[in-house]
């Protein structure tokens, strides 16, 4: 549902609006390109306040260390067609497998959800 008319281009800019339901990826000459958030469970704004997670570094490189105020966080990362490619539990992961580009970072502890854009240099 992501890649409906997006070209394989390189996407310099994301943004999820999470109170309108879409994401939002801008590419360099190809236009800014619109989808639904659809596919995503919702996400409640005053719980995305609850959970306090910092991704870093960002952007990184080989690997991305999660640094949270709560013990048992579920990590899966995204593509940004939607497609899941790392799900783990641990707070230090290896995306050195990941191509070049821009990925959703989902973090989940006790029900609470939140999503950050991760860029892999």
Known sequence: PFNDGLPNVIVKELEIHYDEGTISAATYGRGIWESPLNTLSSVSTNNLEKL??????????????ISANTSGINVSIFT??????????SKTISVSSLAKGCYIVELESNGIIKREKLVIK
């Open 52 to 65: 306090d997670c910092t991704i870093y570094p960002n952007p990184a490189n080989d690997k991305i260390t």
């Open 80 to 89: 940004l067609t939607g497609q899941k490619v790392i799900e783990i539990t």
